[in-house]
């Protein structure tokens, strides 16, 4: 297979497929509605960042933003962090779902390792989320008050997110294969009312008993008040073992009208959680009405969604692409969950997934893709993909061969569209458009109503050079605050400190003078591991609190085109060696407190991890050396406590570059 060159053109919209597009029709309509005729993407873009208040004033009446009362002015001013959108309109995130409730199609279609294909009606979906919105009341359960989730990927989730929107509650996940310490550094600081719980789950066809873990995790859970529990794995886990426990088919039993409850537009609808490389994992509020504006803009306007396309997004339930892929009901589409290993029974059980739904579109981490790839599985031959037409990714950079091989290898007539964005925003920055071209190796274009430029070290914009990501106009979807922030220190720390009024992500980035880009991988520590974020301090806490290590560092290496690399470095206690019994047992606790995902792929024995004269840990100095770059470019002996410990580092990029030069 040959590799094309970047920003080759491997497919193009028909005339008659970007006619039909939503964005296409949302033009029209600024044309005959609003004077505002536009004759292409890249002049929409242009205007939608260049006029905010005209823009998201025009998509509220666009997409029939529901409120019970009137906003009083779109945009209180261009400031950030500060910026207020739509004051004065109160409004509900489950309402705007349940305004497309129909017998058409379903709303949901689910699988799990567990259970066989069901289809869940919109009617069937409402008797649920209003007999747990009943119970969550019952419990005094209200506006502002947080309820979390312990749930993997499968319609009871859905259900008490549902259930929590509309009453006003604020809610919060973590996937069931977190371990105990991660999960509780994560719903510790938000103090939560209520817990939804499964006892396990199966992945890879193997059986996890997870009832310990939420006993751990209740106990370090003060202010839990309740906990509902469903029997997932064992039809005889008992709920009354956990402090106010109740079983999930009580939770669900009693009939009862579903209510919204009318919300200011920045009224907290979930928070989520994007780890810094130290402390606790930052913990992010976003509003009703920026998820429900934000997820529909790019729904329609950039996937193309319509009322009863089929939506399937490959996510676990503590990722923020779940919280994406679960707006599909937002937009009308029924939405296809999935709960198991896509690689069991082999690489193609989700392909054939896809097929079995018919589903229009498909989204997935870019790591699915390559691993597929690597599994040497031809979707196109294992299932029937007529009914596909957009296939998405996410996570990680997608690399050029993958782009070929989804054209060779899925299917040729298919708009490939990958997005980047943030748990941050719970957005993309930049993706697709149906409007426009697909190149080899790059997006499309930036979002709309999303000013993304690439800023040098000196804070000017870029073009055609790799530049940090920069956000230079508020968004309705950024961040509320953080929890638990007093005077919003970590907040402006996380996002404005480098280019100050700016919004600093985290991305190296490359914009081409063709409007399309390109994503390097991440400029700071934070290690996105197959498309979910893990700060490096969890990882430590992990590691460090073993008797056998005395320091550790942790780096990712993921980079375009690469596979991610993860090594982890010790600093072992007199006495101890570094076998491979220490190594499973290393690999064991951080899968077990930390995360399954972020296991490293190597783990070195070092006589010391290098740091500054202050103390921190070198971790950017490390990655960028291990990725190749010359050791007295990014790390100076005068400004080190322990400069001789920079050799190890130079001496492995050595090593594991050499192979890469020559491939």
């Keep these: 297979m040959t590799t094309p060159q970047e920003g080759a053109i491997l497919w193009e919209p028909s005339t008659a497929f970007r006619q039909r597009s939503e964005v296409a029709r949302y033009m ?4 005959e509605r609003k004077g505002l005729p536009f004759p292409d993407y890249h002049a929409l873009w242009k205007w939608s960042v260049s006029d905010l208040e005209a823009f998201w004033g ?69 008797r649920d989320v209003s007999a747990v919105a009943a119970t969550l009341h019952d419990f005094g359960v209200g506006p502002g008050d947080r309820v979390v989730s312990y749930m993997p990927n499968i319609p009871e989730t859905l259900v008490a997110f549902l259930a929590c929107a509309s009453l006003g509650a604020i809610w919060s996940s973590c996937a069931p294969d977190m371990g105990t310490r991660a999960v509780v550094d994560r719903f510790r600081q938000i103090e939560p009312k209520v817990l939804f719980a499964v006892d396990g789950y199966t992945y890879g066809g193997k059986a996890y ?3 310990p873990v939420v006993a751990e995790i209740v106990a370090a ?51 989520v959680y994007s780890s810094g490389t130290t402390g606790v994992p930052k913990a992010i509020v976003h509003g009703h009405g920026g998820i429900v504006i934000e ?50 029974p082999d690489a193609g059980v989700v392909w054939r997934y896809v097929g079995e739904t018919r589903c229009r579109h498909f989204g997935s981490g870019a790591a699915l893709l390559t691993a597929t790839m690597k599994a040497g599985t031809v979707p196109a031959e294992v299932t029937d993909l007529s009914a596909l037409e957009v296939m998405s990714t996410t996570g990680s950079p997608l690399p050029i061969d993958a782009f070929e091989w989804v054209y060779k290898r899925v299917k040729r007539d298919l708009w ?41 070290e000196q804070g000017h914009a870029v073009v055609g050079t790799v530049g940090e990501l920069v956000i230079t106009e508020p968004m309705p979807s950024m961040p509320l605050y953080f929890w638990n922030d007093p005077g919003d220190t970590r907040y402006r720390e996380s996002y404005f400190e480098m280019f100050p009024g ?17 994503i390097y991988g991440r400029s700071d520590t934070t290690i996105n591991r197959y498309g979910i974020r893990m700060g490096t301090a969890e990882i430590y806490r992990a590691v460090e609190d073993m008797s056998e290590v005395l320091d550790s560092l942790v780096v990712d290496l993921e980079y375009l085109g690469r596979e991610s690399f993860m090594p982890l470095f010790v600093v072992l206690a007199p006495g101890s060696l570094l076998d491979d019994e220490l190594k499973q047992r290393i690999k064991a606790r951080i899968r077990t407190l930390a995360s399954g995902r972020h296991v490293p792929n190597e ?61």
């Design 28 to 31: 029209r309509w600024l044309g």
């Design 58 to 126: 025009s998509l509220w009446e666009f997409l029939d933003i529901r409120a019970s009362s009137p906003y009083e002015r779109v945009l209180s001013e261009h400031r950030m962090p500060g910026a207020r959108w739509f004051e004065g309109a109160r409004l509900n995130y489950a309402e705007h779902v349940f305004r497309h409730a129909t017998a058409k199609h379903p709303a949901i279609i689910a699988r799990s390792e567990r259970r066989p294909t069901t289809e869940i009606s919109w009617a069937d979906l409402e």
């Design 209 to 211: 008993d997870r009832r």
């Design 221 to 271: 859970l003060p202010t839990l008040e309740r906990v509902v529990l469903l029997p997932y794995l064992d039809s005889d886990a008992r709920p009354e073992t956990y402090r106010g426990g109740m079983s999930w088919s009580r939770a669900t039993e009693r009939p009862a009208p579903l209510a919204f409850e009318p919300l200011a537009f920045e009224h907290p609808l979930w928070i």
């Design 295 to 344: 997820h529909l803009k790019t729904l329609l306007l950039h996937q193309d969604m319509r009322p009863g396309d089929r939506f399937f997004w490959m996510s676990s339930a503590g990722w923020v692409v779940w919280n994406l892929g679960i707006g599909g009901l937002l937009a009308g589409c029924t939405v296809v969950l999935f709960d198991g290993n896509p690689a069991f």
């Design 416 to 456: 490939l569209a990958p997005i980047s964005g943030g748990t941050d925003v719970a957005a993309a920055f930049v993706g697709s458009s149906p409007l426009l071209p697909v190149t080899a190796g790059e997006m499309q274009c930036a979002m709309l109503g999303v000013a993304a430029r690439a800023f040098d």
């Design 502 to 518: 700016n919004w600093r992500h985290g991305d190296w980035i490359r914009f081409t003078d063709r409007g399309t880009c390109v």
């Design 603 to 663: 783990i070195y024995a070092v006589d010391d991890v290098p740091r500054t004269l202050t103390g921190k840990k070198m971790e950017l100095p490390v990655r960028k050396i291990l990725l190749g770059a010359a050791a007295d470019a990014v790390a100076s002996p005068d400004a080190m406590a322990n400069p001789a410990s920079l050799r190890f580092f130079v001496e492995l990029a050595q090593r594991l570059n050499a192979p890469r030069a020559k491939s």
